[in-house]
């Protein structure tokens, strides 16, 4: 069966000038020649909701001898008929051959978990066919389309994005959460929602977000800690395998220090730790614990004005500050 990797890209790129929010589908067709190249033409005699607003969907098959390529346009085609099924615009679908046997599929996305689902969604559609095994495609729609109702911009935010791109300006999407930006460089302008970054008032929503601020300072080239944002146990035993012990443990949305405890070194007080962050916030910070000096810096108008140190408190004094 053929294997997948799928990325999301946002900003300047090599697929597209116009479109920077990209889902980009990696397939290799190295064990394609093993299956039944006479099933193609039932595609969608079996998923006959794939059809729906799908035009010339028979001219999508090319013939027995052609069957990389009918492949590719099966998974394609299936790309398009989850968004028509669901009602989510997809502004632009490439496919692009990197070799004999690997392949590129790339569709633009207006909010990335509901593109990252239909990327899976069509691939799992696809192998389940290929290997003769049920598939229940509406329950995928119905996912899909309840991701996108659930996480899509409101009215005025979308018709900011619309006015954007018919001015040709730039989009990308920062986050999940409705921070936009438009343009690029010395130019650009963000918002959030709807408000705009010409007030301080954006500034402050994200710096109580570790995670963000963390990636915004990874994209100016500042050197951070590697770490994950997490919800459940489950989550935190597959990020400690990942980044392996001494870790940091802490509140994704809190301040003060609150709920953090710092250079853990085993399971159960990592577990305590968990437990202790969740009381403050839904979503959990892990991160490599990194030794080193604490400076607070202090920007007024623009301007640095000061960075005291301010030495660490003791571990134990760390884990009781609730």
Wanted: glycine share 6%; charged share 25%; aromatic share 8%.
């Amino acid at each position: 069966m053929f294997t997948k990797k799928i990325r999301t890209l946002t900003g300047p790129n090599y697929w597209s000038t116009k479109h920077h929010s990209l889902i980009v589908v990696s397939l290799s067709l190295n064990d394609v020649d093993k299956l039944d190249k006479s099933c193609f033409k039932n595609f969608f005699k079996t998923f006959p909701l794939l059809l729906c607003h799908i035009e010339n969907v028979e001219a999508a098959i090319t013939g027995e001898e052609n069957f990389g390529e009918n492949l590719i346009k099966i998974v394609e085609t299936t790309v398009r008929a989850l968004h028509s099924n669901t009602g989510i615009p997809l502004d632009y679908l490439l496919t692009k051959r990197i070799s004999e046997k690997k392949v590129n599929i790339i569709f633009s996305f207006r909010e990335k978990r509901s593109g990252v689902y239909a990327a899976e969604s069509a691939l799992n559609i696809v192998k389940a066919f290929l290997t003769g095994n049920n598939y229940d495609v509406e329950k995928d729609i119905e996912k899909l389309k309840g991701i996108w109702e659930d996480n899509c911009f409101g009215p005025s935010t979308t018709s900011i994005i619309e006015e954007a791109k018919k001015r040709n300006i730039p989009v990308s999407f920062l986050d999940d959460e409705g921070y936009i930006q438009f343009g690029y460089g010395i130019n650009q302008k963000r918002i959030n929602a709807t408000i705009a970054s010409t007030t301080g008032a954006i500034a402050v929503d994200k710096v109580s977000d570790k995670h963000l601020t963390k990636k915004m300072l990874a994209a100016a080239c500042i050197p951070v800690p590697e770490g994950e944002v997490i919800d459940t146990i489950e989550n935190l035993k597959d990020v400690v395998d990942s980044l392996k012990f001494p870790i940091v443990i802490k509140p994704l949305d809190g301040n003060q220090g609150k709920g953090i405890t710092t250079n853990i070194c085993d399971e159960q007080t990592a577990l305590n730790a968990f437990k202790r962050a969740k009381e403050i916030s839904k979503k959990i910070v892990v991160e490599k614990f990194i030794t080193g000096c604490d400076f607070r810096v202090l920007v007024i108008d623009n301007k640095f004005v000061a960075a005291p140190k301010e030495p660490l408190p003791p571990l134990k004094e760390m884990e009781n500050i609730q």
